[in-house]
């Protein structure tokens, strides 16, 4: 059984364009940040700690808070998976609480090296913010 050019060269176009339209879709879906799990959380608090030589029980603190903060935020973000906007104030608001927590368990000094930190953090999310803006 012999196939003609026409028929191949059509399926071959047929499979190109299917080919083209799921990877579209694939990578046109936005992505879908998730919650740190335990262990991320447990880095973040670490990391946090060196930069800041923070004490065992300052540490401790810290770290109950960043758990406490995160298990609201799981929480309150549940509901409203579907409301980017509503998504972005909770989580706004959460991530300020955690910072006034962590602030509030600083020394001076520490607390200037963490609101740089902050700072920081803040300016490279803008800076995504903004690449993202221009892809579209």
């Given amino acids: 059984m012999q196939i003609s050019n026409s ?49 065992d029980s300052v540490k401790s603190k810290v770290n109950r808070v960043y758990f406490a903060s995160f298990t609201e935020l799981k ?25 006034k927590d962590t602030m509030a368990l600083l020394n001076d000094k520490q607390k200037k090296s963490f609101t740089k930190i902050i700072e920081k953090r803040h300016n490279q999310m803008r800076k995504r913010m903004k690449e993202r803006r221009r892809q579209f």
Avoid: W, Y
């Fill in 75 to 99: 929480k309150e973000l549940g509901g409203n998976r579907d409301d980017f906007r509503a998504m972005r104030n909770i989580r706004r608001e959460i991530t300020e609480k955690r910072e």
């Fill in 7 to 55: 028929v191949l060269k059509h399926t071959g176009l047929c499979c190109t364009i299917i080919l083209f339209t799921l990877v579209g879709t694939i990578l046109g879906q936005p992505r879908r940040r998730t919650l740190p799990d335990s262990s991320e959380i447990e880095v973040m608090v670490d990391t946090l700690a060196a930069n800041l030589t923070l004490s």
